[in-house]
């Protein structure tokens, strides 16, 4: 069984003793703090499947089931005002959370992928891990990719 602990960090980088994030009965994986740090979001299997959840962080407060049928790998848009997560590593789902309260799951798009995905603060891109088919091959190209990378972290002289 995986659980989620939680640490404390001084300033001077002491770190505490771990503590549960909670009494879990079932296995937990893939721990995210929002942005502001006063949510995290994560998966468990106590329901039976894989299902997504977020609690306030530290606490107190009561965990809420953010994903209607199964979820995995959550993930916070910079802002925190949206959380990702995947519905059978082919369904990129998202849920609005506004003032602590979360909107309904949506679905964003298909595309057979890995695990590891990430968004832009502008939420309007994805790097995404995609899953290649055994004995098959992908070659991805990006294009300009330096220029790009220039224009978002200009060098400073």
Do not use: C
Request: glycine fraction near 8%; hydrophobic fraction near 35%; charged fraction near 20%.
């Amino acid at each position: 069984m995986r659980q989620i602990f939680a640490v404390d960090v001084s300033p001077t980088n002491q770190v505490s003793e771990p503590r549960p994030l909670h009494q879990a009965a079932s296995s937990e994986a893939e721990g995210e703090v929002s942005p502001d740090g006063k949510w995290v979001a994560y998966e468990s299997s106590e329901s039976g499947e894989t299902a997504v959840y977020v609690q306030p962080f530290p606490g107190p407060g009561s965990k809420v089931r953010v994903s209607e049928h199964g979820g995995a790998f959550p993930r916070w848009s910079r802002d925190g005002h949206e959380l990702y997560y995947w519905v059978d590593l082919s369904q990129m789902m998202t849920v609005e959370m506004k003032d602590g309260a979360l909107g309904p799951p949506a679905p964003l798009f298909h595309l057979l992928l890995g695990s590891t995905f990430d968004v832009t603060a502008s939420r309007d891109r994805f790097l995404v891990e995609v899953v290649v088919t055994p004995g098959g091959s992908t070659i991805a190209t990006i294009v300009n990719w330096f220029e790009e990378l220039r224009r978002r972290a200009p060098v400073k002289p």
